[in-house]
């Protein structure tokens, strides 16, 4: 299971070629040590950046033609070409699992999330609710949604890790691709006011420029997950996944520094 990467969309509109060097070369590095070892089955972590700024309402599934607006998502289409290779040439069968939104924290408060810089949504506007930062940026007000602002679909991280063990079996027959994620879309601003049900505290934030490469929507169409191996994430409500992150932040305000 390959889960390594780079993965903001934004830094790699800046440094391009650091993105595409990093998680394309290094990633053919782990699949060609694997295919010299003799591993019969890989999982990889890949993206819903895949898919590009032309989505706009309607959910993407599998067919959904692949045309990233990002070296992020270039770099991981690479990788996914590369697999593709692999299995043709070589027999190692691989599962593409396309996550969309990452989110939350492990319910028990086992582990959670801890990047450094942070640039995911949820954990910032954590921060700014717990009072270790000040001030939230939302980055575009001008896109096609609801309220402006982008839109996108949170999967909860046991969801993901409940389809990375039931993909295994699959590999038995054939190497496959899914997109993963809740089929539900949250504006940047449905999250900032779901932080502050949740935590009881205000947020602030300011508006900010678009970034380069960020896609209006991005909603999952994950039924051939559904109907191939029985997945259905359990974490739908924007609140249950907010309430796991900001336990996890609470009990570790210093992530993996405590």
């Known amino acids: 299971m390959h889960f390594a990467a780079l993965s903001s969309v934004g830094d790699s509109m800046r440094t391009p070629f650091h993105y595409l060097r990093y998680n394309a070369m290094n990633s053919l ?5 694997c295919v010299d070892c003799n591993v019969r089955r890989f999982v990889f972590s890949s993206t819903a950046a895949l ?10 599934s599998e067919s959904t033609v692949i045309n990233p607006s990002s070296p992020y998502g270039d770099s991981k289409f690479f990788i996914e070409k590369t697999l593709s ?13 396309r996550y969309f939104n990452a989110a939350g924290a492990d319910p028990q408060g086992r582990i959670g999330e801890d990047h450094r810089p942070e ?32 839109v996108r679909d949170y999967v909860h991280v046991t969801d993901l890790a409940d389809a990375h063990i039931r993909v295994i079996d699959k590999l038995d027959e054939s ?33 900010a420029d678009r970034r380069r490469g960020d896609p209006a929507v991005l909603i999952a169409d994950a039924s051939r997950m559904h109907q191939e191996t029985g997945w259905l994430p359990h974490y739908r409500d ?10 996890w932040r609470e009990k570790h305000p210093d992530g993996y520094y405590d």
């Open 29 to 33: 590095n782990v699949i060609e040590s």
């Open 51 to 60: 898919f590009g700024e032309e989505i706009k309402s309607t959910k993407a």
């Open 85 to 97: 290779w692999a299995d043709r040439i070589y027999g190692m069968r691989s599962a593409c699992l």
């Open 119 to 150: 640039n995911h949504l949820i954990p910032l506007t954590i921060d700014v609710a717990l009072g270790r930062n000040k001030l939230l940026k939302i980055f575009g007000s001008d896109y096609d949604t609801r309220d402006g602002t982008c």
């Open 175 to 207: 190497s496959v691709s899914y997109n993963l994620g809740n089929g539900i879309g949250f504006t940047n601003l449905d999250v900032v006011k779901s932080v502050e049900r949740v935590s009881g505290r205000k947020v602030s934030w300011e508006w």
């Open 238 to 247: 924007i609140d249950a996944i907010v309430e796991t992150a900001l336990a």
